[in-house]
């Protein structure tokens, strides 16, 4: 089994080329985007518009010409916490023409010995989009919530801090997925890299992944889990790959000036950084 990945390509259609382009060239059985799909709005009202319209114009020809010449690989794409929920509802209708598998707290079959799960919200951030941000393991940090704004149900709106910290957290999120497959047979897609990794390494040494999702893993122990979130993160840490206990955990990061893509090799046990090179997954010290 070979799984081109990536993730963070915020709209950019020639890293979208380059990401199929990579799938080709490798002979991938899969292709997955781990999250923020879509282009940014500089104005919040053509926000829904702009990354819809990406969606239509951009996206869909890419996938409709990659899947003319690989019919048999299926490609599996998560939102992440720049997305619109409203938006990602077109990424979603791209399921119906074959084109594109939608991720987000789905579970499906990846081979006959594995599944895979996505999961694309992250711990709150002091960006203004909430609709893919969750409650961590501990209280909200104080952030200000007077410019938050979800979009589910259509239309952007402002959100009210009590109907944050009133949605599923990430703990409780990631059990109900853990519920629809065995955790120790799936390749799990969040977002959110775990907390205290290479992986959420920020400047200053700051570490933003999540709590609740390292927990998760060290309880679960998956074969594998794949991440973005944190562009910087494998240049400030020097390694885009690590490993909590019998977990390897990936976050291939992003570059404007280069593609950033993982060539994962399950049967040989490898990974390829477009980047950065390749890495053997065998055991090592856990992070």
Known sequence: ?????????HGNAAAYRELFEFAAREGAHAVIVGGDLLPHAIRREAAL???RAFVARELAP???AFRTHHPSVSVYLLPGNDDWAAAYTAVEELEAEHLALPLHERTYRLCDTLWVAGYACVPPTPFS?????????????????????ASRGGAIRLLQRSEFEALPTIATDL???????????TV???HTPPS????????????????????????????LTLH?????????????????????????????????????????????????????MKATDSQ
């Open 129 to 149: 989009i909430k609709d893919f941000e969750r409650c961590d393991d501990g209280p909200l940090p104080p952030f200000s919530f007077d410019q938050a704004y």
């Open 196 to 223: 205290d990794t290479p992986l959420d390494l920020m400047p200053r040494g700051r570490h933003v992944g999540s709590r609740a999702l390292r927990a998760f893993i060290e309880q679960h122990q998956p074969p």
């Open 228 to 280: 973005g979130h944190i562009h910087e993160a494998p240049e400030l840490s020097g390694t885009y790959i690590t490993r909590i206990g019998a977990t390897w955990c990936i976050n291939p990061g992003r570059d404007q000036r280069r593609f950033h893509g993982v060539l994962l090799d399950l049967e040989r046990g490898m990974a390829e950084h477009t980047v950065y090179g390749p890495r053997q």
């Open 62 to 64: 890419l996938l409709r």
């Open 188 to 190: 799990y897609v969040c």
């Open 1 to 9: 089994m070979r799984i081109a990945y990536t993730a963070d390509l």
């Open 49 to 51: 518009e702009v990354q």
């Open 175 to 185: 059990a109900a997925l853990a519920g629809r497959s065995d955790p120790q047979r």
